[in-house]
């Protein structure tokens, strides 16, 4: 009866333990993502809207959520994410390196893996983070 007992714990607690996702938790899993939307108006015309987000880190160690938008409709805009507030600015010029994107008072330039902003005289330098 006891091998009976003991036998039907470690099967219980076996059973339990599996269910859990094993690996390095410490591990972030990639924050970009590419999204294509394609709508079509009434007169059956459509327009391609692409998408694509990558995490940024600024100098200070904090994180943004930098999406990159390509619409043949709208025009191309870069949205910028962080501590839940979002800056959106319409593409102005692209350069050979990147983009300038500028509205109001917010000048952004993107340039390979960096993204500076510009607003009232303060400059905030971010850099994609590793594995994106």
């Given at each position: 009866?006891?091998?009976?007992?003991?036998?039907?714990?470690?099967?219980?607690?076996?059973?339990?333990?599996?269910?859990?996702?094993?690996g390095?938790?410490?591990?972030l899993?990639?924050?970009s993502?590419?999204?294509?939307?394609?709508?079509?108006d009434?007169?059956g015309?459509?327009?391609?809207?692409?998408e694509?987000?990558?995490?940024?880190?600024?100098?200070?160690?904090?994180?943004?959520?930098?999406k990159?938008?390509?619409?043949?409709?709208?025009?191309?805009?870069?949205?910028?994410?962080?501590?839940?507030?979002?800056?959106?600015?319409?593409?102005?010029?692209?350069?050979?390196?990147?983009?300038?994107?500028?509205?109001?008072s917010?000048?952004?330039?993107?340039e390979g893996?960096?993204?500076?902003i510009?607003?009232?005289?303060n400059?905030?330098?971010?850099?994609?983070?590793?594995?994106q």
């Amino acid at each position: 009866m006891r091998k009976i007992i003991v036998a039907a714990l470690a099967f219980s607690m076996v059973a339990v333990g599996c269910k859990k996702e094993s690996g390095n938790t410490g591990v972030l899993k990639a924050d970009s993502d590419t999204t294509t939307t394609v709508t079509a108006d009434s007169n059956g015309a459509s327009a391609q809207t692409q998408e694509q987000t990558y995490r940024y880190v600024a100098e200070d160690g904090s994180s943004a959520l930098v999406k990159f938008t390509s619409s043949g409709k709208d025009g191309n805009y870069i949205s910028i994410t962080s501590n839940k507030k979002t800056i959106k600015v319409k593409q102005k010029e692209t350069t050979p390196n990147g983009a300038v994107y500028e509205e109001n008072s917010v000048l952004v330039k993107s340039e390979g893996d960096n993204v500076t902003i510009e607003q009232d005289g303060n400059v905030i330098e971010l850099t994609k983070a590793r594995g994106q």
